[in-house]
């Protein structure tokens, strides 16, 4: 089993910035995609950005791109810790962020992932 523990919500001006973490527990997941989704409020939860098992290659959303970025630290064997910075955030990034991990599949599809974190909130303020 995989456990995925986010951290690093919380509210923020439009404008800020905020950097989230996710620590991976448990079975390593040194070979395994891992992601970001979001779900905001009434909507349904989507794909904001990944990185491949060495995190030397980043896969994000449209609505994010230039803005966030994804990185991985796999120094650990069994702990692995994946982030997200968060730059020139505003009111529409508010949402649950969750971490995923998955062995195959395609990076931006949700069922692909067998794993998933609690959730972080985010919530920006105008």
């Known amino acids: 089993q995989v456990q995925l523990v986010e951290s690093g919500g919380g509210l923020v001006q439009a404008g800020g910035s905020l950097r989230l973490s996710c620590a991976a527990s448990g079975r390593t997941v040194t070979n395994y995609a891992m992601g970001w989704f979001r779900q905001a409020p009434g909507k349904e939860r989507e794909f904001v950005a990944a990185c491949n098992w060495s995190g030397t290659r980043t896969y994000y959303a449209d609505s994010v791109k230039g803005r966030f970025t994804a990185s991985r630290d796999n120094a650990k064997n069994t702990l692995n810790t994946l982030y997200l910075q968060m730059n020139s955030l505003n009111p529409e990034d508010t949402a649950v962020y969750y971490c995923?991990?998955?062995?195959?599949?395609?990076?931006?599809?949700?069922?692909?992932?067998?794993?998933w974190g609690q959730g972080t909130q985010v919530t920006v303020s105008s």
């Open positions: 995923a991990a998955a062995l195959g599949g395609s990076y931006y599809v949700l069922t692909d992932y067998g794993y």
